[in-house]
């Protein structure tokens, strides 16, 4: 992890695109200014992680359903083919 110290409207550049500014300070949370492509996806942490849980959930919810579905076009036993 690379730490940087910065100052308010002091701003650092990822790649050639993307400019984070630090537009306040008070106390001990900061405001950022993110200046990048729309193409690049911005979330917070938290939010990414909600999103990824929830993606992986609803594939697995699917899978089973896929599952269930061939599974019942399985002739049973009992049933005359």
């Known amino acids: 992890m ?5 100052k308010k409207n002091e701003t650092l ?6 400019l984070i500014t630090i537009v306040d300070i008070q106390g001990d949370q900061i405001r950022l200014g993110i200046t990048a492509p729309r193409e690049v996806s ?3 942490q938290e939010l990414y992680e909600a999103v990824k ?4 959930q609803a594939a697995l919810t699917l899978q089973n ?3 269930l579905s061939l599974l019942k076009k399985i002739p049973k ?5």
């Open 2 to 6: 690379l730490i940087l110290t910065r």
């Open 13 to 18: 550049r990822i790649g050639d695109d993307i």
């Open 42 to 44: 911005i979330l917070r």
């Open 53 to 56: 849980n929830s993606n992986t």
């Open 65 to 67: 359903m896929d599952m």
């Open 77 to 81: 036993k009992d049933e005359k083919e």
